[in-house]
């Protein structure tokens, strides 16, 4: 098993920036890859980024990239997700997630998810 726990959302204007981190506990963070979802009110839950186990490979959503930023550090068994430009359209709950054999990191299909952590960008 897996837990995964996420922390760093909050309220920020637009254009501002968020960092969030996903701790890992149970297993050997670093047989994981790893990645961050986002669901907003009304709408089903969208990929955002992630990344591969050794850190080599990162995949990411049109919608974010040149904004976001994922990484992580196997040591602290710890991944991050750097949100700058935030627009409005970025408020969702984010979800860390993570998997031993994905396939393609944007896969939906992980194996393990966080409880999420709230990001709201005002106007």
């Known amino acids: 098993q897996v837990q995964l726990v996420e922390s760093g959302g909050g309220l920020v204007q637009a254009g501002g920036s968020l960092r969030l981190s996903c701790a890992a506990s149970?297993?050997?963070?670093?047989?994981?890859?790893t990645g961050w979802f986002r669901q907003a009110p009304g709408k089903e839950r969208e990929f955002v980024a992630a990344i591969s186990r050794s850190g080599g490979s990162t995949a990411y959503a049109d919608s974010v990239k040149g904004r976001f930023t994922v990484s992580r550090d196997n040591t602290k068994n710890t991944m991050y997700l750097q949100m700058n430009s935030l627009k409005p359209e970025d408020t969702a709950v984010y979800y860390c997630?993570?998997?031993?054999?994905?396939?393609?990191?944007?896969?939906?299909?992980?194996?393990?998810w966080g409880q999420g952590t709230q990001v709201t960008v005002s106007s």
């Open positions: 149970g297993r050997t963070f670093s047989v994981l890859a």
């Open positions: 997630a993570a998997d031993r054999s994905i396939g393609a990191l944007n896969n939906s299909r992980y194996a393990y």
